[in-house]
């Protein structure tokens, strides 16, 4: 009985391991507001955001990633239909990334503080966008659709006179 219950735990064990975690860069007890709710107080408070990459724009001494933001998952990532309508908000970061290496449209999550704000045409309107000292970026691989039941069932799972075979 004891083997039995060490092999059990053994197995799931290594079955909860293969599950999703949060990457190691994004990790941590982030409490501070959302984008939609930021505010000049809140500047300096350190805050995970996340959502869907607009943009990537390479600037003379930074580079800006607008994002889209939605709620985060228990794993830090972007869930796909969020209830809350998001917010636009910049993740900026000292140096050069190239935008090659940011697919538009793909799911991000960043960890940073919120260094203030910045205003920005969006069309004929001027946004105002909360913009966050970027420490770390994680790009997530896109999300698969896996079809749970790829063939059609057997014959006999929808025709109830399989046991009477051949017809006369």
Sequence with gaps: MQRLRAITALVL?????????TPEQLRGGYTGPEPAEATEEDIGTAVR???RLLEVQPQRDRTCFEILARELDDVARPVE????PGRRFLACR?????????PAESDITVVGE?????????????YRYPVL???AAH???ERRVVDPSPLP????????????????
């Design 13 to 21: 064990g290594a079955a909860l391991s293969g599950c999703a975690s």
């Design 139 to 141: 790009i997530w691989p």
């Design 49 to 51: 955001w996340g959502g």
């Design 153 to 168: 069932p057997p014959r006999w799972w929808y025709d109830p006179y399989w046991r009477y075979y051949p017809y006369p």
């Design 133 to 135: 000292g970027l420490d």
């Design 114 to 126: 919120i260094s203030g704000f910045e205003t920005r045409a969006i069309g004929e309107y001027d």
């Design 81 to 84: 239909s969020s209830t809350r």
């Design 94 to 102: 000292e140096g050069f990334a190239d935008p090659a290496s940011y």
